[in-house]
């Protein structure tokens, strides 16, 4: 989300189902949409080197029935799928929100309770899905839309059955391939926090003998837990080596995607080079990577792009999440450039 329209009439608001709610949102949103990233912003991606783009999306741009949702937003997707195409880039197109809130995070559109694995929510998401593949699964996208993502980060805990999502995805994964006309779009699955290889036979299942179609997207932070918060950035780096194993496993049986990776980590760095963690320091001279980016000394600069270094080694081919960051345009694009500046 950004911050930046959260003022206002819409301070109050603390999703998208709130912020929709109030008065004078659907203006609101399309000065949002039109402005919060540009062709421009996928032309300077362009020129990286990046060569993929994952976008998301909520049900309601293409069902908002009983809901204070506004749609919309599937027409400015469109736009990003043609400038991406005018550069030469691919899009994975990801359904974010999912009736009902798969995780109870904002990032769902609805945060609180997560009701998504109600039957009426899980039919309406397959309802949904099939409206997408219908119209990004067509021929004439195959050149641009390669991958159809059917839900981002659903939870494994509380009112989630790890069990329940993995039927739900033969399912949805069935429903998807029979509205397709591109036969070699990869119907992609969050792995639901479990690790890709939880996945190995549902994609055996669904796969079979032919082309790999089905593909797990697992997200991989250091940032989150308690434990990633004692590391050294050292230690940050050998965690993330440490994954290419189950990586490399998983994508010998299904098409594994890293769809959010961070250069973030809660680490200080000290004069020496050493680094501790942390996002408060008292020695001289020691900085934190808390400290606004455009503040970083060359320490933590050297930091930073080790341990991206140290990922992109691992993932090879990798999605970074995200270009744009809350509350200051361009900080993430910003970001990327100085860092690859360093490599």
């Not at 290419?244 to 959010?260: I, K």
Request: net charge negative; hydrophobic share 40%; glycine share 8%.
């Amino acid at each position: 989300m950004n911050p930046d329209a959260f003022t206002g009439a819409f301070s109050s608001a603390i999703d998208q189902y709130t912020f929709d709610s109030i008065s004078g949102s659907s203006s609101a949103l399309e000065k949002h949409w039109s402005t919060f990233f540009t062709e421009s912003d996928i032309q300077t991606l362009a020129a990286t080197g990046l060569n993929a783009l994952r976008i998301p999306i909520g049900y309601w741009a293409y069902d908002n029935a009983d809901t204070p949702y506004q749609k919309g937003a599937d027409a400015y997707l469109e736009k990003a799928i043609e400038w991406a195409r005018n550069c030469g880039m691919f899009v994975w197109v990801d359904l974010h929100g999912s009736p009902g809130s798969q995780n109870g995070f904002d990032n769902s559109g609805q945060a609180g309770e997560v009701n998504w694995q109600q039957p009426a929510n899980l039919a309406r998401s397959i309802s949904v899905l099939k409206t997408m593949a219908a119209k990004y699964g067509k021929a004439a996208y195959a050149d641009v839309v390669i991958g159809l993502e059917l839900v981002n980060e659903p939870i494994s805990w509380d009112n989630n059955k790890f069990s329940t999502t993995q039927s739900w995805a033969e399912d949805a994964y069935a429903a998807v391939k029979a509205e397709v006309e591109n036969e070699n779009m990869v119907i992609v699955m969050h792995d639901a926090f479990q690790g890709a290889g939880s996945w190995t036979e549902v994609a055996q299942k669904l796969n079979g003998d032919g082309p790999k179609t089905f593909g797990v997207d697992t997200h991989l932070y250091q940032l989150f837990t308690d434990a990633d918060n004692t590391l050294t950035q050292a230690e940050h780096i050998t965690t993330a080596c440490g994954w290419a194993e189950n990586l490399a496993s998983a994508n010998a049986v299904m098409p594994t995607y890293v769809g959010e990776w961070s250069a973030a980590t809660n680490i200080c760095v000290n004069p020496d080079g050493s680094t501790t963690a942390g996002t408060s320091c008292s020695t001289e001279g020691c900085q934190c990577q808390s400290a606004p980016f455009d503040d970083w000394n060359v320490g933590m600069v050297e930091q930073v792009r080790r341990f991206v270094e140290a990922q992109l080694d691992v993932f090879e081919s990798s999605s970074m999440w995200r270009w744009q960051e809350e509350g200051c345009e361009g900080y993430i694009g910003e970001k990327w450039r100085g860092i690859l500046g360093f490599v």
